[in-house]
């Protein structure tokens, strides 16, 4: 069977199952979800095994630490996988659920349900436990979904595969309804995003190419993911300590990761007495920084020049773009200029300037006084994300069990004709 009839064959398994699943109820799903995690921690030295052959095959290649971090499933990645999925378990169904019902002039009662999207198809790269919360979040939200991980991630995505098999075949519901690639084939992601007859639609989570590729060829609509070039702006007003764990753990909890702070802006009122406390603490975990010019007279030629260039990369990797700045507004002008509309962050103790940074900054996260790193599904209670959306239609941030909803208009009469 050549690529494009293995993923027609995909679509119309995934299609038909969709239906099914629709019409699931909550104790059927929430039983399937039990049952895929009970099956992740029974298996954990099967999946850490093929995870490590992955591994393996990635050093081989020469893939970038970066790349390598996102691939590495701990014991402790696959017990938050299994928690993730009790959590998505214990979360209340969204399908079903009637809003904003009221009565009309003619006697209709009108109101809104919340229905499945029907299937969905998610391309992503590396990470292991993506496999897991698409699986568990799709299935609760009543979509089938087509997966399609990275080749590097390969025997760790079909170990994980096994188990929500597993799942579903003992709550009684299709297996078809989580159809995990078993091509590694990259002329099936373009039958995938090209099926609008099967596929309702695409969430890719990868890097740049990826999601420009999609998003040019895609016939599906797609929930896009770009990159995470996330700022932490520290007021003059800010308490100092929360300012220097905040900066530090925002950058340096991990690298790899979409909402890892990239860009450090700091008040010039507060950048000779914060920056160099900070620079210490960056370069003795053995973060290399870029500075402006104020940044590098404070700093010194320890610092690197920073270019444009530097305040719209990712990194992803241990690499800090500093700014000084000359006030709150200087600040949000750079964040909404040079950010990806990912996640920021504001240090500060005046509430008003709080206020205005929520407002003024146009991200899918703003905080106040917290590390960029808590934008995340399971973080922000979730239970896991499908991704976290950059978009402004439909879903934006972390891509929950609502984000993976529509809602329908539903009208109840007793006889009443249009006159």
């Given amino acids: 069977m050549n690529v494009k009839q293995y993923m027609q064959q995909l679509g119309k398994a995934a299609r038909k199952a969709s239906r099914l699943l ?19 921690i029974r298996d954990q030295d099967k999946l850490l095994a093929a995870n490590q052959a992955d591994l393996d095959a990635a050093r081989a290649a020469g893939l970038e630490e970066a790349m390598l971090d996102r691939l590495t499933l701990s014991a402790k990645g696959v017990q938050a996988m299994a928690e993730g999925l009790r959590q998505i378990a214990a979360l209340a169904d969204p399908v079903g659920e009637v809003s904003e019902m009221s009565y009309r002039p003619s006697g209709i009662q009108l109101g809104k349900m919340r229905v499945p999207l029907g299937v969905v198809g998610i391309i992503y790269e590396a990470r292991p436990n993506v496999t897991a919360d698409a ?5 609760k939200s009543g979509n089938a979904t087509i997966l399609r991980g990275g080749s590097e991630a390969f025997h760790s995505n079909q170990a994980i595969a096994a188990c929500v098999h597993e799942g579903l075949r003992v709550a009684g519901l299709p297996v078809e309804a989580v159809q995990v690639l078993e091509t590694t084939d990259r002329a099936a992601v373009g039958e995938l995003i090209a099926m609008p007859e099967y596929v309702d639609v695409i969430v890719p989570r990868g890097g740049k190419g990826l999601i420009a590729r999609i998003s040019a060829e895609a016939r599906v609509p797609v929930i896009k993911h770009l990159d995470g070039n996330c700022h932490v702006y520290i007021d003059d007003t800010a308490n100092p300590d929360k300012a220097f764990n905040i900066a530090l753990n925002a950058k340096t909890h991990r690298y790899g990761t979409c909402n890892t702070m990239e860009t450090l802006l700091v008040h010039t009122a507060f950048a000779e007495f914060m920056l160099p406390r900070l620079a210490e603490a960056y370069w003795e975990k053995g973060v290399a920084l870029r500075g402006c010019e104020r940044t590098r007279i404070i700093l010194g030629d320890k610092v690197a020049p920073a270019s444009e260039a530097d305040w719209a990369t990712e990194y992803l990797a241990p690499i800090l773009a500093v700014k000084v700045v000359k006030d709150m507004d200087d600040a949000i002008e ?14 500060t103790e005046d509430y008003g300037r709080a206020r205005r940074f929520l407002r003024e900054v146009d991200s899918a996260s703003v905080m106040v006084n917290a590390s960029t790193r808590f934008a995340d599904g399971f973080e922000y209670g979730l239970g896991a994300e499908i991704g976290i959306s950059t978009d402004k239609i439909h879903a934006r941030g972390p891509v929950g069990l609502n984000g993976l909803t529509s809602q329908k208009w539903i009208v109840l009469g007793d006889g009443q004709v249009r006159q």
Avoid at 24 to 38: E, R, Y
Avoid at 135 to 139: D, F, I, R, S, T
Avoid at 334 to 347: K, P, R, Y
């Fill in 334 to 347: 750079h964040i909404n200029e040079w950010g990806s509309h990912h996640t920021d962050a504001i240090v």
């Fill in 135 to 139: 699986a568990g979040l799709c299935l």
């Fill in 22 to 40: 629709a019409r699931a109820d909550t104790q059927q799903k929430n039983a399937a979800l039990m049952t895929i995690a009970d099956a992740i």
